[in-house]
């Protein structure tokens, strides 16, 4: 029998791996999608005609129920969200409405809808904040910095609430930073990765960030959203760390990044104080130990590989746009 999925925030770096991981798996796939003015789906334009789209929105409970019956998810992957921790200073209340409250919509919708179904949430690390233990596991306390990281803990809690109070299928996976050429631009590393093909092709020369001395757990999103499914394929519903217990700086990206394209950091990146946080967090590192014992994954993609492809993919981009621009030369035809 042919399993059915249902990913909220399907348009988005996770949302695109894990819909080409299920397909590949032979799930019917179903994605949630808001309405929008402007077109969203460029990172699942090639999953065209073999994913449904349905839509709705964490902020409207009656079109989640709607989406979950017509779907009958056998698995429903939450990764909807305001997900920009930048973006949260500004819109607390929103990112509070979207990355917290709204996993309760989704929530109460399946357990009316599809009790049976098995749900998956995705916490996030910066719910550790200020870290209260290096490295970070499953039981490490959680001091966010910031609202969007306030409302990522409400998520989690809320989903294991759920799970002990309604005997729900319900888990939470704690995914330390996970990277990709699908990632936004308005996040630092697809920022770097950016600038540095376009510093490479002439289109920029300089680069400004905030701080320099943060220090992430950065994976491979194709290898985190492995992660999530096999967490869903476990006989009893478990909270797992993913990670790959290594970390790197910013400026360590930069010295990767530029360095690939041949270029010294020192000589275009700029410090500027409109990108620092009003609460930084410094350091953070995962322990995946869990999820290496009981769902054998480990990560495939180590972190300069990681770096190398996402700059790549941004030199071949925007190769290929200068390309396009550039006028033939016209074609002389001799008398």
């Not at 409207?60 to 129920?65: E, K, R, T």
């Not at 990632?183 to 990765?193: A, D, M, P, Q």
């Not at 519903?237 to 400026?251: M, N, R, Y």
Request: hydrophobic share 40%.
């Amino acid at each position: 029998m042919t399993k059915r999925a249902l990913i909220t925030g399907i348009t988005g770096q996770d949302g695109s791996y894990l819909a080409e991981l299920l397909l590949d798996k032979g799930y019917e796939v179903y994605g949630l999608t808001r309405r929008s003015s402007t077109v969203t789906d460029e990172r699942i334009a090639h999953l065209r005609g073999r994913v449904h789209m349905l839509p709705g929105d964490l902020l409207d409970a009656q079109s989640l129920m709607e989406a979950i019956e017509e779907s009958r998810p056998d698995e429903l992957y939450n990764l909807a969200a305001q997900s920009f921790v930048s973006t949260s200073w500004n819109q607390a209340v929103l990112t509070g409405e979207f990355t917290g409250i709204g996993v309760t919509r989704v929530l109460d919708a399946m357990r009316k809808v599809a009790p049976k179904a098995r749900f998956y949430q995705a916490s996030s690390s910066e719910m550790f904040g200020k870290v209260q233990a290096v490295p970070q596991v499953e039981d490490t306390s959680f001091y966010p910095r910031s609202p969007y990281g306030v409302a990522k803990v409400y998520g989690h809690w809320i989903t294991v609430n759920y799970r002990e109070s309604y005997d729900l299928y319900a888990v939470s996976g704690i995914l330390f930073n996970h990277e990709s050429p699908r990632r936004g631009l308005e996040f630092v590393t697809r920022k770097i990765t950016d600038a540095v093909a376009r510093i490479k092709l002439g289109l920029a020369d300089e680069l400004r960030l905030g701080t320099l001395d943060a220090k992430r757990d950065w994976g491979f999103a194709g290898d985190y959203v492995r992660a999530m499914w096999l967490m869903l394929q476990q006989d009893q519903p478990e909270d797992f760390v993913i990670a790959t217990g290594k970390t790197h700086s910013v400026q360590e990206f930069c010295e990767v990044a530029f360095g690939h394209a041949d270029l010294d950091w020192r000589e275009y990146v700029k410090q500027d104080p409109k990108f620092m946080r009003p609460a930084e967090v410094d350091l953070l590192v995962g322990d995946a130990s869990k999820a290496k014992k009981q769902l054998l994954w480990t990560p495939e993609v180590d972190f300069r590989g990681l770096v190398t492809m996402m700059v790549d993919a941004d030199l071949a981009r925007y190769g290929a746009a200068v390309t396009r621009r550039v006028p033939q030369a016209p074609v002389t035809i001799p008398d």
